[in-house]
């Protein structure tokens, strides 16, 4: 199994950044995808960014692009997300995700994810 612990969530303001981390233990060698969701009050959990495990492939949704970042550290096996320009519609729980082999093209549904994080809280103030 693998388990996910996600940190770095707070409170900034608007144009501000932060930087989510999310560090990955047990069997990481079954990693094949990782990703970051986001889920805010009375809403869906929606896909943010997907990073290849053992690679630099990145896929975002059109919501984030060009303002958010997601990497990879293999010798930390962390997955980290750094979010500039923040919006107030930002403001969600993040959570990473992760799920081992898949031949298909970036995998941005929920259901495509077996193991997630508890999540760490954004807010971004206007």
């Known amino acids: 199994q693998v388990q996910l612990v996600e940190s770095g969530g707070g409170l900034v303001q608007a144009g501000g950044s932060l930087r989510l981390s999310c560090a990955a233990s047990?069997?990481?060698?079954?990693?094949?995808?990782m990703a970051w969701f986001r889920q805010a009050p009375g809403k869906e959990r929606e896909f943010v960014a997907v990073?290849?495990?053992?690679?630099?492939?990145?896929y975002y949704a059109d919501s984030v692009k060009g303002r958010f970042t997601i990497s990879r550290d293999n010798a930390k096996n962390t997955v980290d997300l750094q979010m500039n320009s923040l919006k107030p519609e930002d403001t969600a729980v993040y959570y990473c995700?992760?799920?081992?082999?898949?031949?298909?093209?970036?995998?941005?549904?929920?259901?495509?994810?077996?193991?997630w994080g508890q999540g760490t809280q954004v807010t971004v103030s206007s």
């Open positions: 995700a992760s799920r081992p082999y898949y031949s298909g093209s970036y995998p941005q549904r929920t259901y495509e994810y077996g193991t």
């Open positions: 990073i290849r495990w053992s690679g630099t492939n990145t």
């Open positions: 047990g069997r990481t060698f079954n990693i094949y995808y």
